[in-house]
């Protein structure tokens, strides 16, 4: 089954996210299907905290993905500021 979850980077104690669409069956930060955005849980200044590409998330989600709690807390928190600055 293909889930949609977080694939940390970065450095230690300063955290960076990609979200990926992989094969459930593979270790969190191992090979996926497709990157899909990333997070930034840590970001300053003029830095971009999130972004997710929403085309891609929903044709994974209509083949029958399932995406992991935090990145579901986290598309709805990108909807909810694309539907502000829209």
């Known amino acids: 089954m293909v889930s949609i979850r977080l694939s940390r980077t970065g450095a230690k104690k300063r955290?960076?996210?990609?979200?990926?669409?992989?094969?459930?069956?593979?270790?969190?930060?191992?090979?996926?299907?497709?990157?899909?955005?990333?997070?930034?849980?840590?970001?300053t200044g003029g830095e971009e905290r999130l972004k997710i590409n929403n085309e891609r998330?929903?044709?994974?989600?209509?083949?029958?993905?399932?995406?992991?709690?935090?990145?579901a807390q986290l598309i709805k928190e990108a909807a909810k500021s694309a539907a502000a600055a829209a």
Do not use: K
Request: with cysteine.
């Open 15 to 43: 955290p960076f996210y990609h979200i990926v669409a992989t094969d459930n069956r593979r270790s969190g930060d191992g090979a996926c299907l497709e990157r899909l955005g990333f997070f930034n849980p840590v970001a």
């Open 57 to 71: 998330v929903e044709y994974w989600i209509s083949t029958g993905a399932q995406t992991s709690d935090r990145v």
